[in-house]
Nanobody
Framework: QVQLVESGGGSVQAGGSLILSCAAS????????MGWFRQAPGKEREGVAT???????RYSDSAKGRFTISEDNAKNTLLLRIDGLKPEDTAMYYC?????????????????????????RGQGTQVTVTS
């Protein structure tokens, strides 16, 4: 049984940083296209970033420059570092995994946009940014 469990969210002042974690069981994160997406109140789910088995990363335009996705393979964990937090980053952040959105070991080109529809998704961790 596949489980993705997010942690690390919280309430942070604008300009601060957070590191979100996603502990995986039932899969090996280094063998999947792994991603993060978020959902702000009253808005649709939005892909943030993906990482593939070779550590290659993709980011949404809004995430470039402040978000860093990575993996801790020893802990079978996906990470998302967010720097320079802004109030508009307030959202529930979800971890996702999908082995079928890969081509020759790489996440496919639209993986960020489709990450909210990845096969496996966690329950989310809330990030609230106060000004």
């Amino acid at each position: 049984q596949v489980q993705l469990v997010e942690s690390g969210g919280g309430s942070v002042q604008a300009g601060g940083s957070l590191i979100l974690s996603c502990a995986a069981s039932g899969i090996t994160v280094s063998s999947y296209c792994m991603g993060w997406f978020r959902q702000a109140p009253g808005k649709e789910r939005e892909g943030v970033a993906t990482i593939d088995s070779e550590g290659r990363t993709r980011y949404s335009d809004s995430a470039k420059g402040r978000f860093t996705i990575s993996e801790d393979n020893a802990k079978n964990t996906l990470l998302l570092r967010i720097d320079g937090l802004k109030p508009e980053d307030t959202a529930m952040y979800y971890c996702a995994a999908d082995r079928w959105r890969m081509f020759r070991g790489a996440c496919i080109s639209n993986s960020v946009d489709t990450s909210p529809r990845f096969r496996y998704r966690g329950q989310g961790t809330q990030v609230t940014v106060t000004s």
